[in-house]
């Protein structure tokens, strides 16, 4: 990979992402019990997990468009 940092975009969607994931998996192991009610059902998890997974999804689009233009600035 060609890139010497990461865009910002990949950044302000891959760490909420990323938190979102280990949230969503700690609910769904039942550690989010005891803090509020909503959090007792496993669909809460459920929910964190699905918009994890579409956050680092997304944050791959800035670094494929940030890959591809360091490409096009090296042939040109």
């Known amino acids: 990979m060609g890139l010497k940092r990461l865009p910002a975009g990949a950044w302000l969607m ?8 280990i ?3 700690l609910l769904l192991a039942g550690f989010g019990e005891g803090l509020h009610p909503l959090l007792q059902e496993s669909g809460a ?4 997990v699905v918009s994890g997974v579409a956050l680092v999804g997304s944050a791959a689009f800035p670094l494929v468009l940030a890959e591809l233009a360091a490409k096009d ?3 040109g």
């Open 14 to 21: 891959g760490v909420p992402g990323l938190a979102c994931l």
């Open 23 to 25: 949230a969503g998996l």
């Open 45 to 48: 998890g459920l929910v964190l």
């Open 73 to 75: 600035g090296q042939d």
